[in-house]
């Protein structure tokens, strides 16, 4: 049997990884200033997230949620507690996408209402009406089609307040991204999500934050929508969430009401996954990496800007997003310099490193990006 040929991949195999480093069958070192997609929060098998999965896979690995699991409160008060959400509610999946589809089917159950904003370059997952919500026609199937999603310009509040002028009473949710990610590290405006607050309320639909990859710490926020200044009715999470190990989940605010039955998942919320999600809280909370991530952030932006064929650098903490002349810039990194980046159609380099990556290790990278370009620019 042969795999299914889904993924473009690079030529490269991970043995084993630490910390920002991961090291191929070859013993090759590389920089991982990429984190698989903004999942490595804490960096590569930390010791203590190591330990806490251990400690509680001799115990018990998996029942299903027919049981009560005292972890899974553990869990809430911890998010409540570091994310300031303490009066919210939580429930747990396996992924980002079941997350923005929960969250999406949530709202339509609280209003009774089909249509759902989305923007334009989002991302929000591969499940039926995350894809949906996705302004990516490559991934979307014919039976992924649907009509109750309305894709409006990003960071377009006239564009959005005439769609709610016209047709607020049939919106069921806004979906949108404090970073875009996927659509090449896009800020949504503080201005932006307050009148998406502001309508929603209104007309009684659900703002739902997508912070699946701008979440969890990474922006220096505990949620980029924080910036703003406003709280969303659901924040959907997943990515940095387990560091590695699957989890997903969506808070819920608390004039959303649940019924037995309405939600449900057989993975989600697994004692495992809680205790790797338990660990990445206390290292964020303990060593500060929210902090770290808007100082360390802030720093490696100014650097950048001061390398010349390197432009248009953006984004918040340690969700960085730049651009270059060069197309194979990527690559280059990568096969040359031994370092993971990302990148975003058409030319965007995408940064997402573990948010416990050391100033040390980011003088590395923007040393080799300064080498990169002059070696381009000759």
């Known amino acids: 049997m042969n795999l299914f040929n889904v993924y473009t991949l690079n030529n490269i ?9 991961v090291w191929d069958d070859e013993k090759n070192r590389y920089l991982d200033m990429y984190g698989g997609h903004a999942v490595i929060s804490i960096g590569h098998t930390h010791p203590f997230w190591v330990e806490a999965i251990t400690e509680q896979m001799n115990k018990i690995s998996f029942y299903s949620n027919s049981v009560v699991m005292p972890i899974q409160q553990q869990l809430a008060e911890k998010l409540g507690k570091i994310s300031g959400k303490e009066d919210y509610q939580l429930f747990l999946c ?3 996408a079941e997350a923005n589809e929960n969250a999406m089917k949530l709202a339509s159950f609280h209003n009774g209402k089909k249509k759902v904003i989305a923007f334009y370059k989002s991302f929000h997952g591969r499940t039926s009406l995350a894809v949906a919500a996705t302004d990516n026609k490559a991934i979307v199937a014919p039976v992924n089609e649907t009509d109750n999603i309305v894709f409006l310009p990003f960071n377009d509040e006239q564009a959005l307040q005439d769609y709610f002028n016209e047709h607020g009473n049939q919106i069921s949710s806004v979906i949108v991204e404090g970073i875009q990610g996927v659509g090449g590290i896009n800020i949504a405006n503080e201005t932006f999500l307050q009148l998406i607050r502001k309508l929603c309320t209104q007309c009684n639909a ?15 926020e505990f949620f980029s929508h924080d910036f703003a200044g406003v709280n969303a009715d659901i924040y959907t999470m997943a990515k940095g969430m387990g560091n590695g190990f699957p989890i997903g989940g969506i808070i819920i605010a608390p004039h959303i009401q649940p019924k ?6 057989t993975f989600g919320g697994n004692p495992l996954a809680c205790a790797a999600a338990i660990a990445v809280i206390d290292v964020i909370t303990e060593d500060n990496l929210m902090e770290a991530a808007a100082e360390l952030g802030n720093y490696l932006m100014n650097e950048l800007k001061k390398i010349e064929g390197i432009k248009n650098v953006r984004g918040k903490g340690l969700m960085i997003g730049f651009e270059t002349d060069f197309p194979e810039f990527k690559n280059k990194l990568l096969y040359e310099k031994k370092i993971f980046t990302g990148d975003a159609k058409p030319n965007t380099i995408r940064l997402l490193p573990s948010l416990a990556i050391t100033k040390e290790q980011i003088n590395i990278f923007i040393n080799n990006v300064h080498e990169l370009a002059v070696e381009l620019r000759k």
Do not use: K
Not at 13 to 21: L, V
Not at 208 to 219: L, M, N, T
Not at 260 to 265: D, K, R, S
């Open 206 to 220: 659900v703002y739902i934050a997508d912070s699946v990859q701008c979440g969890y710490g990474r922006s220096g």
């Open 94 to 96: 396996n992924s980002g």
């Open 13 to 21: 195999t991970i043995s084993r990884a630490h910390g920002s480093y």
């Open 260 to 265: 037995i039955g309405m939600l449900g998942t």
